[in-house]
């Protein structure tokens, strides 16, 4: 949509229309009836009982294992060949007991043994192509703040064997490091090397650029929760907890190839190869389960842990009253959905409670909510709703029935004991090298600006009426080079503030953006249309905003939802400890894959060489996100972004007329 065209004891195994959609506003005129069937269809699917993701335990060694490779996996009837771990889709929850000094090895193993060299392009395929290895692969740890490379050197605990970093140390949350078919990579996150690692619901997913998007749209993403004091709450603790990580696997799409009867699934006959199938809209699965139902008491009181691994739409969710048993007519223009209560947002708990009957998500986020049960016998059909599906299609069944039992839980948690554990949205730190309280009224300078999507005034967009085919490719036909004919005054598509991952890297920059361990920033995000802000590592604290969709107080987040119709999103980033290299990206995976990325590094105070590009004629620092001298594109990126929303003043000498 926009210029990219897609721009224990209860615990049980178009942008604005939507928005409208979201908080219950929809009254366009012939929308009634039912919205029942999978996405794209009127027709009622069968449906499959609801089950949690199985939870994997760690080896005798400690460490958890995790295969990626070929998985036969069966959806709705059909069988298919994946690229997903440990032979499901979604991936086996990974569960961190509350703790101190708490030190997470992960194995990952690479089952593949050759590449599969795809194209990608943008524009829905008419934008620039470029060719990546499907089967090349790495780890992320969404949510997690830890070490961006490698461990910390632990003479106690040395990586020894296959898999390890130079110097016999462990990967951190390294998504610049690639595993290759037939290798492994060694994991361990300190998860408390920088204070108790905030507890929340958090997950693991592939990060290798050019790739990730097909490997996560294939279900090669499983829920990471660290566990703490919010859990041992009175209404919470004993809840009857749901984990739900939500995926859309391609499984109608016209590209996709079933496994015939009797077939093995194996690395010659993947059933999703097709980056197109990435900007499809696909139905959304539940731990790999469509439609699927579950059965709950009157009154109970459960914990649904969401994880939207899904991309790359954006997606409102209510619970509606069913019309019968099956969801296969509900009203979508019923005033009183079910209201739900919300506690934690991407993994940090909330400072007050954020009640609405609408659950709204964008890729990569994370929602703990609280649903309390009608003390009433009945269906509920919990409805998703998506830019190309705004009446809604059922993505479960929620069947609330006396045979389930008695609830383990009727109340819901007091707010104001959720609200004591959340991160302060205030604290004394440093800002422009001075100790004073940093909050979103104190600290008003803009430190840096990042637009996701900066357009072109004046470009035309391609005709994408055509079609178009992506294919496998000879990496050595799609040289990763700069293209010394390219125009300086246009800004690629897509991007972050006029500029490329890829293109920044060809020509040697250390990284895009600098920050300084230890001080504060305040920053100015920004969207042409609409993307999902994602950062690694440090969790940021989002300002008041005016969005309609979700919490819009001050409250911490590492995704955030940004459009052009609300304005500029203010946050207050917050480096503590850990220096590196790490990402910022748009969420939306295809974007991601596609360029629209930035390499962020967090330096010491003193290192220069990290903080600055070079120095300028009076021997200031021109910072790493800067320019090179003789890169004129970069100096009309930096203007383009300088005067977004506004276009760039014109530049004769720079662009000429």
């Known amino acids: 949509m926009g210029q990219d065209a897609s721009h224990a004891l209860a615990r049980t195994g178009s942008l604005a229309a939507l928005a409208l959609v979201a908080v219950g506003a929809v009254g366009a005129a012939g929308i009634a009836g039912c919205g029942g069937g999978e996405e794209g269809s009127a ?22 294992e995790l295969r990626f490779g070929p998985s036969a996996v069966e959806i709705d009837g059909r069988r298919f060949c994946l690229r997903a771990y440990n032979g499901m889709t979604s991936g086996p929850t990974i569960r961190i007991p509350k703790g101190e000094d708490r030190k997470v090895h992960v194995n990952l193993h690479n ?23 499907f089967n ?3 780890l992320h740890g969404h949510g997690l703040h830890v070490q961006p490379n490698f461990a910390a050197d632990d003479p106690a605990d040395p990586c020894e064997g296959e898999g390890c970093a130079a110097g016999g140390r462990y990967f951190g949350d390294h998504v610049l490091h690639t595993v290759g078919p037939g290798e492994s990579a060694r994991y361990r996150w300190d998860l408390d090397e920088d204070g108790i690692h905030h507890e929340g619901t958090d997950w693991y997913h592939p990060h290798i650029h050019g790739s990730t998007a097909i490997q996560v749209m294939d279900g090669a993403a499983g829920a990471l929760i660290i566990e703490g004091a919010l859990d041992e709450l009175p209404g919470v603790a004993r809840a009857r907890e749901r984990v739900m990580v939500m995926t859309q696997v391609p499984i109608d799409h016209e590209n996709t190839v079933p496994l015939k009867e009797g077939e093995d699934c194996t690395e010659d006959n993947l059933s999703v190869t097709d980056f197109l199938a990435v900007e499809t809209l696909r139905a ?46 509900f009203d979508p ?62 993505i479960a069944i929620v069947d609330v029935s006396a045979s389930a039992g008695e609830p383990t839980e009727v109340n819901l948690p007091d707010e104001a004991d959720v609200a004591a554990l959340a991160p302060p949205t205030s604290w004394t730190g440093t800002v422009d090298g001075k100790v004073t309280e940093v909050s979103c009224d104190s600290v008003e300078t803009v430190h840096q600006k990042v637009v996701l999507l900066v357009p072109t005034p004046g470009s035309q967009p391609p005709d994408l009426s055509s079609d178009v085919a992506l294919r496998s490719c000879d990496p050595a036909a799609h040289p990763h080079e700069i293209d010394p004919d390219a125009p300086v005054c246009l800004c690629p598509d897509p991007n972050i503030s006029c500029r490329k991952f890829d293109e920044r890297r060809l020509r040697g920059y250390r990284s895009d953006r600098v920050m300084t361990a230890g ?24 300002c008041p905003n005016e969005s309609n969709k979700e919490p819009n107080f001050p409250h911490w987040r590492d995704t955030m939802w940004v459009q052009v119709e609300d304005g500029p999103r203010d946050v207050l980033m917050n480096p503590r400890k850990f220096t590196g290299q790490f990402v910022l990206h748009c969420h939306k995976l295809n974007h991601e894959d596609e360029g629209m990325m930035e390499l ?45 929303p506004a276009p760039p003043a014109p530049d004769f000498e720079l662009c000429g007329p």
């Open 284 to 329: 959304t699965l539940i731990n790999g389960r469509l439609r699927p139902r579950l059965v709950t008491p009157p009154g109970q009181v459960e914990r649904w842990r969401m994880v939207y691994a899904g991309s790359p739409d954006e997606m409102g969710m209510k619970l509606h009253v069913a019309k019968d048993a099956a969801c296969s007519d």
């Open 600 to 644: 962020v590094e967090i330096c010491d105070p003193e290192d220069q060489e990290c903080l600055c590009l070079g120095t300028d004629a009076d021997g200031a620092c021109i910072p790493q996100g800067g320019c090179q001298p003789d890169d004129l594109q970069c100096q009309f990126a930096k203007r383009a972004t300088d005067a977004y």
């Open 43 to 64: 027709t009622p699917q069968t449906t499959t009982v609801y089950a949690d993701p199985p939870e994997l335990e760690p080896g005798e060694d400690g460490a958890y």
């Open 136 to 138: 090349l692969t790495n």
């Open 519 to 542: 001080s504060a920033e305040r920053w100015e995000i920004r969207a042409f249309d609409g993307h999902p802000f994602h950062i690694h590592i440090n969790p940021f604290l989002v």
């Open 111 to 133: 089952d593949f043994t050759k590449s599969d060299f795809r194209e990608i392009a943008s524009m829905m395929g008419h934008g620039s192509r470029s060719c990546h290895d």
């Open 333 to 394: 223009l019923s005033r009183t959905p079910l209201q739900t209560t919300q506690i934690a947002r991407d993994g940090l708990t909330l400072p007050q409670f954020y009640r609405s009957d609408t659950v709204w998500v964008s890729p990569g986020y994370r929602a703990d909510v609280m649903v309390k049960m009608p003390e009433q016998e009945q269906t509920l059909c919990l409805v998703g709703r998506r830019p190309n599906d705004l009446l809604g299609s059922v």
